[in-house]
Structures are given as structure tokens and as C-alpha cells.
């Protein structure tokens, strides 16, 4: 009886047919979308299939395709592929059920339309393929097939959704409407606890299925619904895995977006290596004291969040030449009472589980000095990360690099301030001792170099720097991917507390990100933690250990590179701070295989060296061109090769609609240029507003299309809408600095009030307390020195109106003010003082000298003995004589 009924049902609908000479497009969109409808329920139950279950210990196969019933998505409706299509026979008699009930329904809707009549504009809208030329040409194009028979006389480009007539005229094994195929190379289970297990054992696997069904985006895509497994409790332990699937091949059609589901769980557990980085000039001493003493209590702390912890430590100072350290010879040996002879960089223990030795090589480790307040900490990161045998990094590990310091950081170009101008090559330079050997013959590494190593190696930075330096390497945090910065107190007490947090913070979220090329597109769509529909986020916070996140990644080739061999990329999409990656092997469906050598290829053949364009008849020797649906289509000419909607378009307009369109090529309107009218030809947009010379691009760059390209003159760039910037060019501190002088300070070439306001229109300076630089808004840093010896800085840049802007420090730092009469006054003073002590003292030493001879005089004196007698030449003055005859008395 159904069948009778649908018989009827089908002789009424060519009387229809017959009546109203053709359906609609709007009843053929109809009958695909229920078409369309009808596979979705097949499909459906193809994927309630259970997966297959290689927990016996069978072996996986190498790649699992996906279904080709799967892959066949509601992109290409009614799509044919020659040999590769899928046979209808497939279906069995289920099929035929539903084609049945779908030709019922599509008639029923056509009879309820038949009293009604067609609307005035088609529903179709623009049919893109009509103007492609070439199969490659048309499969560039979102959901366009096209027909290689030698012998058609229909557009070879169309939609098989919407061309029905060409679809069923053209032969099946003709038809070239590439699928995408997906397929998945490894896809070995998430940990769920503690480590992976392996298939065997009796462990179990619960099936966790990743449906988007829900998610929804205003352009066609293709899907694809994955099935993942939990790794089971088996007793082999193996590496943790936190990426589902780890390997995936992709045949992808241009401008054709797929969404593509995986997975990340953060294993429980999960080994953590973490190297201490420390600055140990002078000023650090107290902090290295004090981490010594907080060696046992950190590593008791990370040992209560993973069993699996290895610990490292290391320090620097910096580059040991002029201007950074003092090369005097004594000073090279011993910079500071009780220092080590400075260095660049030295790896003092290498990561290990025997922690119960870092305490005592912190405490030992000495301290150096150095003059410049900028360390040589890049060096030190820099080697601590490409040298991952040295310092024992492991594969299957988060990688944490606490960099502790108390002053800012050196980076490229600042080492031609010691004569050093070989860049950084990257590479490691650690002698058999663990020291930087390439110190003083390497500039410093670049934010940027550092920034890629950090990302080759999925490597955390952790800045632990005082509250003077956190604003700085905040801003450090944006330019260094997955880094954090946490505010360390003078002492070094709170590291514990700060390592453990800044761990926290990292562990608990997951960022994904790519290394797909410029020709590729990848957006990033999930709904963490939430049970909504998925929205376009590539990270997720709030995450605990052994939760699962599932993503979906919108992969889309924007256009076909030049170069045949780039056609085939592989990138990878990894969570950051992670060495696990999902690899992508890319394979762009940029051309049909009609075109390619040896298949179905005729050089020169006459079925397309004609001179005819297959857009008319000939009749009696004359071209009757093809009139269009659109009666604003319109194609003429004597062979009928011209056209006017072919012509190259901007946004979708035809002509950027300011031009018409004559046989392919664009005829612009006044005021307008370029291959589709896109361009204005007056270059009024390339003079920036206020300047009255009327020059382009402020005469540092080219108006090419109303737009500003801008030159660049060896190191010198100049940038910004009117390449009015230029933030590498020296001079324009130096032109800024009288202006800044005498408005903020009333010093300088202008420092004569009405001088000032006669030179210094451009620009009023902003009083700041300190100068903070903005670098997001390319702001440049200026300094300067007064004729007082007084250092004052500045910023300049430009804003959106591309007006002059400075913000300049409201007080210069001006060393203390000397009083010189008070100094010459204390000299003579001091001079008159030191004479008078010296006299005193010189009259002190010669009096205590003669006492001490005096006395000496006066004991000899005493101790001498003198015999009694009478001087021989003495005369008496009285002489008596006896006469010996003198008898008297």
C-alpha cells in the first residue's frame, strides 16, 4: 500500500513538475536539508557502534580512520567522489526506508507550496562556484564539486546542493567533491591517577564520549565526535600521559573549518623538577642565608605535592668586563670584603632527588659584586634551560625556574657597553665545572629568544623578585609564555610560601596553544570546568588534579601557500608549561588529481584549448550566450567570454561597489583604483592630520592603496599610521630634552620662560612621581644630564590622533648640594689644626728626649768616683824655707 500511495505521490509531482516547468531552488534547498537529515539519523548509528576494546592485550592498529560515513558531514550534501564514494548499498534496505519517507515529506511540502506563488528573490543567494575556471580553483572554494567529463556542456564548477541538474548530469566517477578525513595516529589513554597503565592487567576502561553536538558557529564546519578512555589501575607503572590523543592526521579543504576534540587531565602525582636561580651579588647575602636555612622546609613542601621531585640550584652575577664588574686585578679576585671572584654563571648542583644537599651548597655558594644594578640573570636562564643534560631535565616532568633577584636584568644590546657584539646564539656553553665560558664573548639573550627556548622546552619561570622589581618583571610575565612573578620580601623568608602559590596558580589552569603556520587558523572552544555549550577559550582555570578538560580545536586553511612542498605541515597544539603535545599532521586538499600527471591528463588536449568559454550555443555559426538565474547576471561578447559578475571582489562586493564590472575586469568609479575598486586614489588619508607640508607618510614611508607601508632603514624602523613613530631613532630624545628641561624644570638651552613658549609648542610634558615605560603602547624611554649634574628621565609616544605625548619625572635627582666655603674653611681649618698637632707633637717628643738624656747625665754624674789631689802646677801663695843652719829656736 506504501508503495502504491508513493507511486501516486510521485505521478502527481511530475504533473506539478510539467505545470510549473521547474521547482524552486528554496523546494531543492528543502528536500537536501531532509536528505541531509536522513544521513544524520544513519550516522548516528553507525557511532552507537562500540568502540573497539584492546584491553585484552591485542594490539592497536597503527592509524584509526574515522568512519567514512562520519566523515561524510552535512557540508557536502548528496556529495559523489568517483571510485571513492560511498555505495549506497552500504545502507541495505534502511535506506531505502528513509529516502522513501524523505521523498513522502519533500512532496508534501512542495504540495503545500503549490498554491502559492514562487517568491520574487531566489533563496540560494550568490553562487560561488559558477566563476571558477579550474578544478583546483573550484575545490578552493567552500563546498564546490566539480565535473572533469571530457564531454559536458554544463558549468564544471557548481553546488551540489544547489546545481542538482548538474549533479545528476555529471558522472559519479567524474565528480571531484574531496572529503576531510580525520584520522587518529596514537591515542594512547589519560592518566587518570598516578602513572598510565598499560592494556593489559586487570584494569578496566570507562568510556568518557566528547560530544559538541550543541556547539554552534555561524560558519560551516565540519565535526567529528571522539571516544576516549581512562587509563585503568594496572600494576605496571609507565610515564603519565595529560594529552588525548597525542597524534592525528588531517586531509583538509580550504576555508573549510573542522573541529577536531581532544582532551587534557592533569595526572596525579605528576614529577616536578625545580631549579633555583639565584642572584648571589652582595646585595642578596641575607636572602641566600636565609634560603639555606629554607632548604629542608621547601623541599618537604613540594614533596607534599608529588612524591617524583628533583631540586637544582644555581647562581649568577654577571659579565666579568667593564662596565659591569671592576677589572682591576685585586678587585677581579676579591670584588667586596669576603667575596668570590665574579661570574656570568654557574650550575652548582644539578637537578636530583638527593635534597638533603641543597641547604648545604646554598649556604656554601659565596657571594660576589659587581658595579652596575642590572644582573646578567638572561645569561644564566638562558643556559639553565638549553642545557637540559647538564642540569637534568627530564622529559616526562613540569619544569619550574625560580629566578631570584633584587634588581633588573641586562638584555640584547647591552653588552656593546663591554665591547661584546656576537649575539646570543642560544646554545650551551657549560664547561665540565658548570661555568658559563661564554660570558664576556656573547651579548646578553633577547626577551624574545628567551621566550622561544622557554617554549621549546615547556619550561614555567617563576620571578621571585623584591617589591622594587615587581612592577618590572610583571610586565616581563606578558612577553615570557607561561611565566609568573611573585613579590619576594627582603629576606628571602617568604619563598616557601611563594613557590608553593605561584605552583599552585600554574598547576591549576591549562592555556593551549599552536605552532601552526600563517596559512593556517586555529581557534580554541571549550567549556572547562561548566556543562554549557562550548565558547572560544583556549584556557581554563579552577582545575584539581585528575580533572578532565575537553577542548575542541577549529582547524581551518586560510589559503594555499605558493610552495607545492608546504602543502604538507605538521604542527603541534600543547598545553603550556607542558612537554606533551597533540601533532597534527596536515595534508591541504589543494588541487584535484585531473590535473596532476598520469591522471586522466591530456596535454594541450582540445576539449580545453578551444577558444569558446562553455557559457552559450552555437547556432548557425553564432554564440547564443547562456542567460543567467539572476537577471542582473548578464553574459555577452562574441564568443560569450565576457561577463559582468566575475570581477574581482573586496568583503564580497562586487567591485568593492565602486565600480561596475565589464567582460571579467573592474571599471572603477572616480576617486576609486585597484583590481576591484578597493584602493582610493587620492592619498589624503596617507598625510597626518595637523601637518600642513602635505607630506606622505611623513616622509618615511609609501602610500601604496590609501595606506601608509613604512620604511625601514637598517636598525631604524619607523611605525604607526602615518609612520609618524619611530621609536629606535636616537636623535628624538635628543630633540625632546630642551623642551622637557625648561617646561618641567626651567633648566636647559630654553631655560628663559618666553624662549620656552616660543620653542616648545608641540607637546606639554605630564608630572609623573616615576616614570613607569608602557611598552604595549610604544612608549620610548628618554634620559638626560643637566648643566647641575642632574639626571632626569622622560617617556614620549604618540596616541590614537597621533599627537605627541611625554610624561617626564616632576623632580630630577640631583646629587647633594656642596658648600664650598664651609669646605675651605674645614681645609684650613683642618691644615691649621694638623700643624699645631704636629708641633705639639714634635715639641712632646724633644722634651721627653732631653728629660731622658738628662737623666741619663745626672746618673753618671752621681756614679762617678774622683781621686783627691792637687793640680801640679798649683803654686801656693805662700812659700816658707827653713835655713837647716838656723840654730834658733
Known sequence: ???????????????????????????IEIQALLEAKARERERAMLVEQPPPDYSSGEAEPEALPVPAAMIHDHQHP???????????????????????????????????????PPPPERLTGMNP?????????????????????????????????????????????????????????????????????????????????????????????????????????????QEAVQMWPQEVNLKLRINEAYRMSFAYSQAEDYPVDLYYLMDLSKSMEDDKKKLSDLGQLLVESMSKITSNFRLGFGSFVDK?????????????????????????????????????????????????GNLDAPEGGFDAIMQAIVCRNQIGWREKARRLLVFSTDAGFHYAGDGKLGGIIKP???????????????????????????????????????????????NVYKRLT??????????????????????????DA??????????????????????CLGTGPAVETSKCDGLKVGTKVEFIAEIEVTSCPANRSEWKQKFDIYPV??????????????????ERQGHMYEEHSPECNGVGTLNGTCACGQCECEERENPDEIISGYFCECDNFSCDRDQGKLCSDHGTCQCGQCVCNSGWTGPSCNCRSSNDSCIAPGTTNGVLCSGHGDCSCGECICHEEGSIRYSGKHCNKCPTCPSRCEELKPCVQCQMYGTGNYSDPEECARNCKEFVPEGVETVIVDVDNDEVPCFGTDEDDCKYNFVYYYNETNCLQVRAQNDRECPPQVYMLGIVLGVIAAVVLIGLALLLLWKLLTTIHDRREFARFEKERMMAKWDTGENPIYKQATSTFKNPTYAGK
Open 78 to 116: 548528496g556529495k559523489r567522489q568517483g571510485v571513492n564514494a560511498v555505495s549506497c548499498e552500504m545502507f541495505g534496505s534502511s535506506r531505502w526506508i528513509l529516502v522513501l519517507g524523505v521523498l513522502a515529506t519533500s512532496l508534501s511540502a512542495l504540495f503545500a507550496q503549490a498554491n502559492y
Open 506 to 527: 600554574i598547576s591549576s589552569s591549562v592555556e593551549m596553544k599552536d605552532t601552526a603556520s600563517s596559512a593556517i587558523k586555529v581557534k580554541y572552544f571549550s567549556s
Open 129 to 237: 562556484c559558477i566563476s571558477k575556471q579550474t578544478c583546483h580553483e573550484c575545490i578552493q572554494t567552500p563546498h564546490c564539486a566539480w565535473c572533469a567529463a571530457p564531454k559536458f556542456s554544463e558549468k564544471r564548477c557548481f553546488l551540489p546542493n544547489i546545481n542538482t541538474k548538474i549533479f545528476a548530469t555529471c558522472p559519479p566517477e567524474y565528480t571531484w567533491n574531496p572529503d576531510n578525513v580525520f584520522s587518529m595516529l596514537r591515542h594512547r589513554n589519560l592518566t587518570k591517577g598516578g602513572y598510565a597503565t598499560g592494556g593489559g592487567g586487570g584494569g578496566g576502561y570507562g568510556s568518557i564520549e566528547s560530544s559538541y553536538s550543541n556547539f554552534s558557529s555561524s560558519s560551516s564546519s565540519s565535526s567529528h565526535s571522539h571516544k576516549e578512555s581512562w587509563g585503568g589501575s594496572g600494576s605496571r607503572r
Open 1 to 27: 500500500m506504501l508503495v502504491n500511495r508513493l507511486k501516486q505521490l510521485m505521478e502527481q509531482k511530475h504533473r506539478v513538475v510539467e505545470q510549473e516547468h521547474e521547482i524552486t531552488d528554496e523546494q
Open 577 to 594: 608549561g607542558i612537554n606533551e603535545t597533540l601533532t597534527v599532521n596536515l595534508e591541504m586538499l589543494c588541487d584535484c588529481e585531473c
Open 478 to 503: 606578558k612577553q615570557v609564555e607561561g611565566s609568573f612573578a611573585g613579590k619576594l620580601s627582603d629576606d628571602s623568608s617568604n619563598v616557601v610560601e611563594l613557590i608553593r602559590e605561584q605552583y
Open 320 to 368: 666579568v668586563v667593564m662596565p659591569y664588574v671592576n677589572t682591576v686585578p685585586k678587585s677581579l679576585i676579591e670584588p667586596c670584603d669576603g667575596c668570590a671572584a665574579p661570574y656570568g654563571y654557574k650550575n652548582i648542583m644539578r637537578l636530583s632527588q638527593d635534597t638533603s644537599k641543597f641547604a648545604g651548597l646554598v649556604r656554601n655558594a659565596s657571594v660576589s
Open 424 to 470: 646570543n646564539d642560544g646554545l650551551c656553553h657549560l664547561d665540565i665545572g658548570g661555568t658559563y665560558t661564554h660570558s664576556s664573548l656573547q651579548d646578553y639573550p633577547s626577551i624574545s629568544q628567551i621566550n622561544l627556548k622557554v617554549k621549546q622546552n615547556a619550561i614555567n619561570i617563576i620571578w621571585a623578585v623584591t617589591e622594587e622589581q615587581i
